[in-house]
């Protein structure tokens, strides 16, 4: 009987073994909230961000939580450490729009983006815009803060420079840049980092919010 129950709790051990190594392997999302800051009213944003290391592959949706009408028409990422390569930042990657409502119009760019307003320091590795670079943006292609999915777009960048970043620095590169195109438009912000708060899986991380 001894040995019986032994076999049972090493069934039971392999069991609760192979349960944990499953949850481990399950995907993990970060979260970014984007606050523009400063003047005026705050522009928002919310960015979950997921990352597989195996394939280099990076997801993201970032939804347009503004109370006012604030378009995103920029969205950028500077890996660390940042703003020390060449105009172009690193290079290779390749990038794809998965969703975007109708009339939003944003393209992806592994190019020179230009400099980032109020942080000229950071060089863009690569980007979705809407216009010519980062800061010439075209608020009638951007994505308007509204009722779901009007209001998120989702995107994916692939490249091998990725290797040796973990999610949370890829999510926490991001800039994000607001147009102002309302009553409540003529005052410029910018966003700040904020402190980190723990959440049970994930972190709840401040981003870097622009608004024009």
Known sequence: ELLAMLKTF???ALCVGALILFTAATVRADT???????NGSLATATVNCSFNAQTNTFTFTINNTSP???RITGIGFDLPPGGNASP???NGFTGNVTFQPAGVGFSF??????NVPEFNSAVLDFGFITGSN????????????GIDPGDEATFVIS???FTG???????NAIFVRFQQVGANGQLSDVGVPGNPVPEPASMLLLGTGLIE
Request: some cysteine; aromatic content about 6%; glycine content about 18%.
């Open 32 to 38: 970014v909230q984007i606050v523009g800051t400063t």
């Open 88 to 90: 172009s930042g690193l």
């Open 165 to 171: 970043f973990t999610e949370q620095q890829i999510c």
């Open 109 to 114: 760019s592994d190019g020179n983006l230009g």
């Open 134 to 145: 980062f800061a010439g943006g075209d608020p009638n292609d951007g994505l308007a803060p």
């Open 68 to 70: 006012f009408d604030a």
């Open 159 to 161: 490249g091998s420079a």
């Open 10 to 12: 090493r069934n039971l």
